[in-house]
T-cell receptor
Framework: GAVVSQHPSRVICKSGTSVKIECRSL??????MFWYRQFPKQSLMLMAT?????????EQGVEKDKFLINHASLTLSTLTVTSAHPEDSSFYIC???????????????FGAGTRLSVL | GEDVEQSLFLSVREGDSSVINCTYT??????LYWYKQEPGAGLQLLTYIFSNMDMKQDQRLTVLLNKKDKHLSLRIADTQTGDSAIYFCAEKRSSTLTFGKGTMLLVSP
C-alpha cells in the first residue's frame, strides 16, 4: 500500500524557535498533500492543502505566515511552525493523495504524525 | 449542522461484533471513509465506500451506507483486542475531508 513518512515523530522546542516537519510519499508521487492539526480527544482539523509547485491553500483561521508550507517536489512537503509558542503545541498529521484519476485523488494516506511540545 | 457525528465510545468483548455509527451532513458527498487511529499514531485508512454503493465488505469489515438518512456504519466481525483504537468516519466535501470526532472502541478479553 501507499506509505507516507512523517518526521520527526516528536519534537520539544523552546518558545520562539521554528520547527520544520517533513512529509514524504515513499512509493508514489503525491500531487496533493494535506496538513492537519489534532487536539487531544478531538477530530482532525484541516490546516492547508498543498499542491506541488504552487502556493498552499490555507483554511480559514490558519495563519499562513505562522505555518509555512512548501511542496517543492512530488514526494515532499514541509510544514514550518515559525516562532512557536506553547499554544502551538499539538499533534500535526500530514496526508497525501495518490495522484490523479477519479479514485486515486479521493484517497488520502496519512503519516504517523508529529507531536510538537513548545515549552 | 455541519458536523460529522459519531458516538464517542463503544465497549465490546473479544469475539463479539462491533458496530460503529456515523451520520454525515452533505448529501453530495461522493466518498465516505473509515480510518483507525491507535494511540500516538497517525490515521490508517480502513475502508471507503463510494456514494452509489449501499454496502461494501472487506474481510472482517462491513460498511453500510444509507444515503437517505445520511448514515454510515462500520461493522467489525470477531472483534479482537488489537482492534482497540479510535475510529474516525469522514466525508469528502468538494476536495477536502471532514472528520467526525472519533469513536473509541475498547475490546476486553
Amino acid at each position: 500500500g501507499a506509505v507516507v513518512s512523517q518526521h520527526p515523530s516528536r519534537v520539544i522546542c523552546k518558545s520562539g524557535t521554528s520547527v520544520k516537519i517533513e512529509c514524504r510519499s515513499l512509493d508514489f508521487q503525491a500531487t496533493t498533500m494535506f496538513w492537519y492539526r489534532q487536539f487531544p480527544k478531538q477530530s482532525l482539523m484541516l490546516m492547508a492543502t498543498s499542491n506541488e509547485g504552487s502556493k498552499a491553500t490555507y483554511e480559514q483561521g490558519v495563519e499562513k505566515d505562522k505555518f509555512l508550507i512548501n511542496h517543492a517536489s512530488l514526494t515532499l512537503s514541509t510544514l514550518t511552525v515559525t516562532s512557536a509558542h506553547p499554544e502551538d503545541s499539538s499533534f500535526y498529521i500530514c496526508s497525501a493523495s495518490l495522484g490523479t484519476g477519479p479514485l486515486a485523488k479521493n484517497i488520502q494516506y496519512f503519516g504517523a504524525g508529529t507531536r510538537l511540545s513548545v515549552l | 449542522g455541519e458536523d460529522v457525528e459519531q458516538s464517542l465510545f463503544l465497549s465490546v468483548r473479544e469475539g463479539d461484533s462491533s458496530v460503529i455509527n456515523c451520520t454525515y451532513t452533505d448529501s453530495s458527498s461522493t466518498y465516505l471513509y473509515w480510518y483507525k487511529q491507535e494511540p500516538g499514531a497517525g490515521l490508517q485508512l480502513l475502508t471507503y465506500i463510494f456514494s452509489n454503493m449501499d454496502m461494501k465488505q472487506d474481510q472482517r469489515l462491513t460498511v453500510l451506507l444509507n444515503k437517505k438518512d445520511k448514515h454510515l456504519s462500520l461493522r467489525i466481525a470477531d472483534t479482537q483486542t488489537g482492534d482497540s483504537a479510535i475510529y474516525f468516519c469522514a466525508e469528502k466535501r468538494s476536495s477536502t475531508l471532514t472528520f467526525g470526532k472519533g469513536t473509541m472502541l475498547l475490546v476486553s478479553p
